[in-house]
């Protein structure tokens, strides 16, 4: 069975800080696929990234970047330089590869609140 | 590119009525989609996976005679809450992946049900 933990409920900084949000997974699969989405108020899911477990690539997107090790089971997510528009519930995902090499269904983690004051 | 509509965007109905949700993905074809569930503070849970022209596999624990998915093409899946009760009440959230071989998943806005 798949599991994403997202240990961190909640997490307070003052803008500029930078912040990780920690993930960690457990699967069986071989061939996975991870992704991180993040949900403001509106409660709309935006997605952020999506990595293949194969592609151990650490990834940088103008204040966001990621961290994924095999090793450790895990994806963090890094917010350089925080802002107020950050604060959102950001959500860990796990979606096993059929198959054919497609994803199917996205297990989820319990999502970390964050909160980025002036 | 990949836009999912939901519909309506926001429902308050009496309890022991029927809510029917539409998730519609607008300019792509989508052979699977899925419905989540969130309660407030929580994270989403799948409900069902629907696949035009078939049944829909429910997850373990859902009912399918309360949460019933049909999928009759290839851009719109509805969900309708059958006898809604106060329980019921929920975040529910489709997304939809593009062809047979997408890799991601596009979410709709969401669909806030309360039933009263």
């Known amino acids: 069975a798949q599991k994403v933990t997202q240990a961190q409920t909640e997490i307070s900084v003052v803008e500029k800080e930078d912040v990780t949000l920690d993930c960690v997974y457990e699967?069986?699969?071989?061939?996975?696929?991870l992704f991180w989405y993040k949900q403001p108020p509106s409660g709309e899911l935006v997605f952020l990234i999506r990595r293949n477990s194969f592609d151990e690539q650490n990834e940088i997107s103008g204040r966001y970047s990621w961290n994924f090790q095999k090793s450790t089971s895990s994806f963090n997510f890094t917010i350089t330089a925080s802002q107020v528009v950050d604060s959102a519930v950001y959500f860990c995902?796990?979606?096993?590869?059929?198959?054919?090499?497609?994803?199917?269904?996205?297990?989820f983690g319990t999502g970390t609140r964050l909160q980025v004051t002036l | 590119g990949a836009v999912v509509s939901q519909h309506p965007s926001r429902v308050i109905c009496k309890s022991g009525t029927s809510v029917k949700i539409e998730c519609r993905s607008l300019?792509?074809?989508?052979?699977?989609m899925f419905w989540y569930r969130q309660f407030p503070k929580k994270s989403l849970m799948l409900m069902a996976t629907s696949n035009e022209g078939s049944k829909a596999t429910y997850e373990q624990g859902v009912e399918k005679d309360k949460f019933l998915i049909n999928h009759a093409s290839l851009t719109l899946s509805t969900l309708t809450v059958t006898s809604a009760h106060p329980e019921d009440s929920s975040f529910y959230i489709c997304s939809a992946k593009p062809g047979l071989a997408g890799v991601s998943q596009f979410f709709g806005p969401g669909t806030r049900l309360t039933v009263l």
């Open positions: 699967t069986r699969d071989t061939t996975y696929y």
């Open positions: 300019d792509f074809q989508a052979t699977t």
């Open positions: 995902a796990l979606s096993e590869a059929t198959n054919t090499g497609t994803a199917s269904k996205l297990t």
